[in-house]
T-cell receptor, first 112, second 113 residues
Framework: DQQVKQNSPSLSVQEGRISILNCDYTNSMFDYFLWYKKYPAEGPTFLIS?????DKNEDGRFTVFLNKSAKHLSLHIVPSQPGDSAVYFCAASVGGYQKVTFGTGTKLQVIP | EAGVAQSPRYKIIEKRQSVAFWCNPISGHATLYWYQQILGQGPKLLIQFQNNGVVDDSQLPKDRFSAERLKGVDSTLKIQPAKLEDSAVYLC???????????FGEGSWLTVV
């Protein structure tokens, strides 16, 4: 039972354009959502998070949007840079940032 | 600040053999996790420790996997006997009591042949 779904395994975007990565979840108890970024041969690193009391959180070029009614969140990267090329994991948890459930990841390629 | 340390980075073993992975979390982090990431999938939690006690091991295949954190600092994850489907990256992670994120190590890559 995949509670966190990332239906796009890969995405290619031109440098300078917007990258939009999507994530859907099924467990209505999730109240904390995170995005992690993973380069090859490295562990995932935390990127940005949002709690269910908000619908938007912004950190520099990265913005996460949460639509609780649709059980959907998205990560926007503007402008995209070649160094953003990585696998992005969406994750969710109940009651805080611990014991997160991860999605399957979306591989982003930013083309110079 | 030193990150989460894991060893070995890479291991190739034959099925039915045993293997052990070691993790040293960030200093002061009381919570430690072991995740399994199979190629093409997201990380899956195997076990969570709070200090030296197990908080959650509901997804740990206990017939072949074991983990311990005897002194509440470093931890070992053991697989015995290994199966082909255990081929994965084993990620160790830790969090601090006041932190709001999980810090991952670089992972231990296991190939079972």
């Amino acid at each position: 039972d995949q509670q966190v779904k990332q239906n796009s395994p890969s995405l290619s975007v031109q440098e300078g354009r917007i990258s939009i990565l999507n994530c859907d979840y099924t467990n209505s108890m999730f109240d904390y959502f995170l995005w992690y970024k993973k380069y090859p041969a490295e562990g995932p690193t935390f990127l940005i998070s949002i709690s269910s009391i908000k619908d938007k959180n912004e950190d520099g070029r990265f913005t996460v949007f949460l639509n609780k009614s649709a059980k959907h969140l998205s990560l926007h990267i503007v402008p995209s840079q070649p160094g953003d090329s990585a696998v992005y994991f969406c994750a969710a948890s109940v009651g805080g940032y611990q014991k997160v459930t991860f999605g399957t990841g979306t591989k982003l390629q930013v083309i110079p | 600040e030193a990150g989460v340390a894991q060893s070995p980075r890479y291991k190739i073993i034959e099925k039915r053999q045993s293997v052990a992975f070691w993790c040293n979390p960030i200093s002061g982090h009381a919570t430690l996790y072991w995740y399994q990431q199979i190629l093409g999938q997201g990380p899956k939690l195997l076990i969570q420790f709070q200090n030296n006690g197990v908080v959650d091991d509901s997804q740990l295949p206990k017939d072949r996997f074991s983990a311990e954190r005897l002194k509440g600092v470093d931890s070992t994850l053991k697989i015995q006997p290994a199966k082909l489907e255990d081929s994965a990256v084993y990620l160790c992670a830790s969090t601090s009591p006041s932190g709001n994120t999980i810090y991952f190590g670089e992972g231990s890559w296991l190939t079972v042949v």
